[in-house]
């Protein structure tokens, strides 16, 4: 064996030994690699679950009669008149007649405001036949903890 031979043997060993550490390394890049890839894919692929608020009715309020202009359930008034009871924010506002509960837009009267912003007023002077019904409204809000709501929290 000559000396050229003896290095070039040498360098292939050496060479195939780094081929072999490094083909070890290219496979645990890989692996990891794909770990990755995999984990991103889980992770796009699944949607979260919306969380859904829990709301919830306050109790009702009836602050006004039908005498003089109308029935004024109007919310300004109602959050003086009950601070803390109505939320900043209220989702839906609800209507009925303080008689038989039936629900205010079946009544066939016209309102000037039934709405989360103004609360309800039914103005008799709006009313083709004789004065406003006198109604109850609730508002339904955000609840912070389950023993808020009432039986009919959904």
Known sequence: ???????????????RRR??????????????????????FLLLA???IPVQPLFC???????SDPTGMG?????????????????PRPYAIQAVTVDGN??????????YAYNTKMGFICRNEDQ?????????VRFR?????PPECNPECP
């Open 102 to 111: 039936i629900p205010a837009t079946s009544t066939g009267q016209q309102f």
């Open 57 to 63: 009715w306050t109790s009702w309020y009836d602050r």
């Open 19 to 40: 081929s072999r550490e490094n083909g070890h390394l290219t496979s645990a890049i890989m692996i990891k690699l794909m770990s990755l890839i995999v984990v991103a």
């Open 1 to 15: 064996m000559t000396v050229g031979s003896f290095l070039t043997q040498d360098t292939q060993n050496h060479t």
């Open 128 to 136: 083709n036949t004789g004065p406003c019904l006198d109604y109850k």
């Open 71 to 87: 029935d004024w359930e109007d919310l300004p008034d109602l959050r003086r008149e009950n601070p803390g009871e109505i939320c």
């Open 46 to 48: 699944v949607k979260p």
């Open 141 to 145: 809000c955000p609840c912070f903890s």
